[in-house]
């Protein structure tokens, strides 16, 4: 009789334990996920930050922030992403800088000490200056540089950020010499350009757009093989003459180390999120293009664009060593 009591009281524990665990399971989350963004509030990291923050809570059915880590383009929030907790309530957007910092010096991890699951964004930098700017064509604005090496200043998000190899790269292939100012991100940079302090930025047209609505700036062209279906009238630097391609690109990871299951549930919704018509107009409305890739896609996109980006720096003198 004590055998079968045992035997009965195994059986229940066993069963509890599964019901437990498969509780914990779909428990998760129970509260408020966060997304560090390595760039200030208003710029497009940002945008698409909160924007697929947004449309994921439907997903999960709890809260989603975004906590803006800025600082030494993009360092202080890519390290952020690094050491975040590995209970799954923290998450990261990861930008183009996460492989150039590496070569940079900045930082001492690369992409491959995170976990990328989902590529979201891609998106060519733009050259625009101030709506009375006396230059309306990438023409104008580069004779003019040609012919008075350093009056121009160009705004960026930080010393060695995507924004800053994009003028770098214009200077090379132009053969002129900018000032360059930098910033916490892309948002500043655009307000100080819209308030008349500096004369350009090259920053992606998404970021520009609302000074652009409002007539603030203007915008002379994009670093791209095609004009952007967002700015149609907008030429390419190509088409003035100029070989210069530059994009940005933003995506989603989480720290090593998160527990498969949880893991496997935030992959899951957040590639859910992204494929939900609401996110779609939501880029639209941001006049950001959607770019999806993902798992063993996206790293290995990650893997070409590092070495890509490292032969950059180096020809522009930006490499560490």
Request: proline residues 6%; negative net charge; aromatic residues 6%.
């Amino acid at each position: 009789m004590k055998r079968i009591i045992l035997i009965a009281v195994i059986g229940l524990l066993v069963v509890s334990m599964a019901f437990a665990g498969g509780r914990r399971d779909r428990e998760f989350p129970s509260r408020t996920i966060t997304i560090i963004c390595p760039f200030a509030a208003g710029g497009g990291t940002d945008a698409i930050a909160r924007a697929i923050g947004a449309v994921a809570e439907g997903e999960f059915g709890v809260s989603i922030v975004v906590d803006n880590r800025t600082g030494a383009a993009g360092a202080v929030g890519h390290t952020a992403i690094m050491h975040a907790p590995t209970d799954g309530y923290t998450i990261g957007i990861i930008t183009w800088e996460l492989n150039s910092l590496p070569t940079t010096g900045a930082i001492a991890f690369t992409y491959a000490d995170m976990d990328p699951f989902l590529l979201l964004n891609m998106e060519a930098a733009a050259l625009t200056v101030h709506a009375n700017s006396p230059f309306h064509t990438i023409a104008d604005f580069v004779a003019h540089a040609r012919a008075n090496p350093g009056s121009l200043s160009v705004g960026n998000s930080g010393p060695g950020a995507v924004w800053h190899v994009a003028a770098g790269l214009l200077e090379i292939e132009a053969g002129i010499q900018l000032t360059h100012v930098p910033f916490d991100g892309a948002a500043p940079a655009v307000t100080s350009l819209a308030g008349g302090h500096i004369d350009a930025v090259t920053v992606s047209l998404a970021e520009v757009r609302a000074q652009v609505d409002a007539g603030n700036v203007r915008v002379l062209g994009v670093m791209d093989t095609r004009r952007s279906p967002m700015a149609p009238n907008v030429p390419t630097f190509q088409e003035a003459g100029f070989n210069v391609q530059m994009a940005t690109w933003r995506g989603l990871a989480l720290p090593r180390g998160v527990d498969p299951a949880i893991r496997q549930r935030l992959v899951d919704g957040f590639i859910a999120a992204s494929r939900t018509p609401a996110f779609q107009q939501s880029m639209r409305n941001l006049n950001l293009e959607l770019t999806p890739m993902v798992g063993p896609e996206f790293v290995s996109f990650l893997t070409d664009n590092k070495v890509g980006i490292a032969n950059t720096l180096r020809a522009l003198g930006l490499a560490a060593n």
